[in-house]
């Protein structure tokens, strides 16, 4: 018998020891994997209770939790229930006084501010499908949204009724009707909200509609593209509860307190942060926009304990001058993407034992990752228990057109471990792709068919993945005519369309260029003057001024005699952006957007040290 237990004790010694020299993060993977199945079965749970919705889940925390602190945000502070009667009241007005009915789509331009919330669950109450559209929107770019999304109503925020100036026109002519989060508004075709909601019913209005399909239509979320203006982005109820587990997977717990900071109309505040303080009961903790000199003085002051980032969000505040609250916080745990690798490691350093948890999502499909073990830089994990949660692969794919390669039998092949490939997970009921409103090509062409038997189908989603031989994932680029600047997507054929329009420039060929210190792109053109003209910089400023949000304007310029094209008449981009903007590499006159001067300046040998030394922000 003692043989016995001797032996079986050796074999489990022998084992742990493969398991830690082979197999390193089995357990993490393993635990990972269980988190993933015990939210999935409490998901599965509540639907079964009736409970199937991303609203249908915060009715039931209002019921549950109807005293506990919801929404803060600056002096205020609204509870579960007070948020759930408010959304009432709107939803109330909205329906008597503006018709609305189940199936409508309602557009919702506002800033971060407790009534983003309200009104959206208000119109979700009603059976509609809400569109979040960006307050940096410009007025040809609204009308787009609103147009290919087909919403007939439009509610925005008093802050931003500013922007109607100019297309309130058009709108009114387009039969879409505007309503103010107001007492009272200046136009005479807006139409004003708070002025009728303490008269409203607090009880939720009752509507004809039936129970929600989850692969039905919920959100519309705006994505820049390769079409130039942005894509309406069709979000799931299903995806939009999936959502709602990123904070409890990341470690969050009901008794946190979460700092957002990121704007409403992004996927990643809306869904995983509100949708995260709802799925577990915390308290979101909503700052109208992000500021790095205040942001540790505020986690004191709201006893923060778990705050979402963008990667650019995180440099902002190891840039900033050293500060008595940035260690005097209770912060431990931020979760988020986009993180760079020596940002990471110098705010450990810096702001003490915070646990982070890099992650990498989609806004139009739900395969994703999550960094939870202390590995620094990677975006996930794939190993074998990553894949039974959502399926996904890498492709081999085209270094020119970064089209799959496809086997003389039509199938697309997989890359090696530690050779980068394209990202791509098969269309199924947790990862479903509803495609882009009015744009059924564009939607057809995320798709990737018979990929590797006949029939099936899967989502590109366009980025270019490197799994290790550790089956760490590492995020290595964006393909195709989209960048990422300042934490925002930059459509490169928008930009070039503004840029176009300019009776001095012929051509025009956008794209994103490194720039070191900073995550993402920056945004560069090569353009063609036309015959006697020369560049205006000032005047292309002013345009850009009034035509893209600033995240959106290119910081160089390079000035070139014609532009390189492909045999079948496409830009080349790759060689412009490896060559980049250093004026030792490319022979060609470059600028330099200098804001203060309100203009673009001839890019020197100097000029370029102090941009790349950090001496010149951009």
């Given amino acids: 018998m003692s043989w016995a237990i001797s032996t079986l004790a050796v074999g489990i010694v022998t084992l742990l020891l493969i398991q830690r020299r082979f197999y390193p993060y089995f357990w993490d993977d393993l635990m990972y994997y269980v988190k993933v199945r015990r939210v999935g079965r409490a998901m599965m749970a509540r639907m079964k209770r009736g409970v199937v919705t991303y609203l249908q889940c915060f009715e039931l925390q209002a019921r549950n939790i109807p005293h506990k602190a919801f929404v803060v945000f600056e002096q205020q502070t609204l509870t579960y229930r007070d948020v759930d009667v408010r959304s009432n009241r709107f939803a109330n007005v909205l329906q008597s006084h503006c018709a609305l009915k189940h199936g409508d789509v309602v557009a919702l331009l506002m800033n971060n ?231 990471w490691k110098e705010f450990l350093r810096r702001f003490g034992k915070i646990q982070i948890r890099e992650a990498y999502g989609l806004t139009e499909a739900s395969i994703g990752f999550v960094n939870y073990t202390a590995e620094i830089g990677p975006i996930g994990r794939a190993s074998y228990f990553n894949k039974l949660s959502l399926p996904f692969e890498f492709l081999r794919c085209d270094p020119q057109t970064y089209e799959p390669i496809r086997t003389g039998t039509g199938r697309c092949i997989k890359v090696s471990k530690g050779e980068a490939g394209l990202l ?80 001095f420039l012929l051509d025009v060929n956008v794209y994103g260029v490194a720039v070191p210190g900073y995550e993402g792109r920056a945004g560069m053109a090569a353009v063609v003057l036309k015959d006697g003209h020369g560049l205006d910089g000032e005047r292309l400023y002013g345009h850009l001024l009034q035509t893209l949000p600033t995240y959106a304007w290119p910081w160089f310029l390079r000035v070139q005699t014609s532009l390189d094209m492909t045999d079948t008449f496409k830009q080349q981009k790759g060689r412009l952006v490896q060559q980049g903007f250093s004026p030792d590499t490319v022979q060609q006159p470059l600028y330099f957007l200098d804001a203060s001067q309100k203009t673009y300046t001839p890019l020197t040998a100097q000029l370029y040290d102090d941009i790349v030394s950090g001496k010149i922000r951009l």
């Fill in 113 to 343: 501010e407790p009534d983003f919330i309200c009104v959206w669950f208000g119109l979700c109450k009603l059976g509609c499908e809400v569109a979040f559209l960006n307050f940096n929107i410009k007025s040809q770019s609204l009308q787009h949204c609103l147009s290919s999304c087909g919403a007939k109503t439009l509610v925005i925020g008093s802050d931003l009724i500013r922007f109607l100036d100019e297309v309130l026109p058009a709108l009114t002519d387009g039969g879409v009707e505007v309503w103010v989060a107001a007492e009272s508004s200046a136009h005479q075709n807006v139409r004003t909200l708070l002025d009728k909601l303490e008269s409203a019913s607090p009880e939720k209005p009752v509507i004809d509609a039936p129970q929600p399909n989850l692969m039905s239509n919920f959100l519309f979320i705006f994505t820049s593209g390769t079409t130039g203006l942005p894509k309406a982005a069709r979000i799931s109820h299903i995806k939009a509860v999936m959502c709602m587990a990123f904070l409890r997977l990341c470690g969050a717990r009901a008794c946190d307190r979460v700092y957002l900071t990121l704007p409403l109309y992004h996927m990643s505040a809306s869904l995983l942060g509100i949708g995260g303080c709802i799925e577990l009961g915390a308290t979101c903790v909503l700052k109208r926009k992000f500021s790095a000199s205040q942001f540790w003085k505020d986690c004191l002051k709201y006893d923060i304990t778990v705050f979402q980032y963008i990667g650019e969000l995180c440099r902002y505040l190891v840039s900033q001058p050293k500060t008595a609250e940035e260690v005097a916080h209770k912060v431990r745990l931020a979760a988020g993407s986009g993180l760079r690798a020596d940002v």
């Fill in 424 to 503: 791509v997970a098969p269309v199924t009921f947790t990862n479903p792709f509803l495609g882009y409103a009015g744009d059924k090509a564009m939607s057809e062409r995320k798709l990737l068919r018979d990929v590797f038997r006949t029939g099936d189908v899967y989502f590109n989603t366009g980025d270019l993945m490197l799994q290790d031989h550790r089956d760490f994932v590492y995020f290595k680029d964006r393909i195709g005519d989209t960048f990422r600047w300042k934490g925002e997507n930059v459509s490169t054929t928008e930009v070039s369309e503004v840029l176009g329009s300019l009776d």
